[in-house]
């Protein structure tokens, strides 16, 4: 797909991967709109693709919100015609330990993440069915790949975002539309340093090994993805190998991770109380 004269609508498009994505499509030559939470970083975004020559409309939106959601949408098309490529990068990430974790986050990562993509997709789909085209491409994330210790909570939302995509692309591409799955490591965004705050230190042991990729290498894969109509969008080798190999790799990660988690978790207990308790195998 060329995107120059299309038009792409990026929910999250406020910071991190989506505002990076945004301004490769602008500079690409496409229409963009943007969707996000709050007004004024949104503003913020806005102002400053319009200072690099783009053309772009904004709505503040939340995702959860179907119908608010849907009102929005609506309105970009109106602003700047029917929507050609979708990028939901909308998300949200909340760490922690299995036990210490309410219902409540359970149930809002899934609403972020999962049903905020399919809000979306329910809105915009039906319409490059009919036009016979588009792109839709959904941010997903490797702990879609791999459990990762502190991401019960997250990492299912992220399963369910993948599982949503797979089932999907062969459905949309008799109709002529792409479909494509984002899986990135951690990502420099804002979302990040936030999530950084409340990792549990098991989590920070596996996490503080790997640097995080900047947005705009994940906007240069997106962007890739969407012309070549690509459905496995990997930004770096390693979520490659696991997107590829991952049943042969996986064992290996789930030992490394354990003995990484294992240490974490041992270091923080009472000298005593850490003779007595084995905690995670090595």
């Not at 498009?13 to 949104?42: C, M, N």
């Not at 149930?107 to 972020?112: D, F, K, L, Q």
């Not at 399919?118 to 809105?123: E, I, K, P, Q, W």
């Not at 990997?234 to 294992?262: I, K, Q, S």
């Amino acid at each position: 797909m060329d995107v120059r004269h299309r038009h792409a609508i990026v929910t999250g498009g406020s910071s991190g991967i989506g505002l990076a994505t945004a301004e490769l499509l602008a500079a690409h030559g496409a229409r963009v709109s943007l969707l996000a939470r709050d007004p004024d970083r949104l503003a913020r975004a806005t102002a400053r693709l319009r200072a690099a020559g783009a053309t772009v409309a904004a709505r503040p939106a939340d995702v959860t919100d179907a119908h608010g959601l849907a009102a929005a949408l609506d309105d970009l098309e109106s602003a700047q015609g029917p929507c050609d490529i979708l990028l939901h990068s909308a998300g949200a990430v909340v760490p922690g330990h299995f036990l210490d974790l309410d219902d409540a986050t359970f149930r809002t990562m899934m609403e972020v993440n999962y049903f905020g993509t399919l809000n979306a997709m329910r809105r915009l789909v039906p319409g490059m069915v009919k036009r016979g085209h588009g792109s839709v491409v959904a941010v997903s994330s490797a702990a879609a790949l791999v459990g990762v210790f502190g991401y019960t909570a997250y990492g299912p939302a992220k399963c369910a975002v993948r599982g949503l995509m797979e089932a999907a692309r062969a459905e949309l591409a008799r109709h002529g539309v792409h479909t494509g799955l984002v899986l990135p490591p951690d990502v420099d965004t804002p979302q990040l340093a936030e999530e950084n705050r409340h990792k549990p230190a098991e989590t920070r042991a596996i996490a503080g090994t790997v640097k995080p990729l900047p947005p705009a290498r994940v906007a240069r894969a997106i962007l890739t993805g969407i012309h070549r109509r690509r459905f496995l969008i990997c930004p770096d080798p390693t979520t490659w190998t696991l997107a590829h190999l991952g049943g042969a790799v996986t064992p290996v990660l789930n030992r490394l991770f354990d003995h990484r988690t294992g240490s974490a978790w041992r270091r923080q207990r009472p000298e005593g109380e850490a003779r007595g308790l084995a905690g995670p195998a090595p």
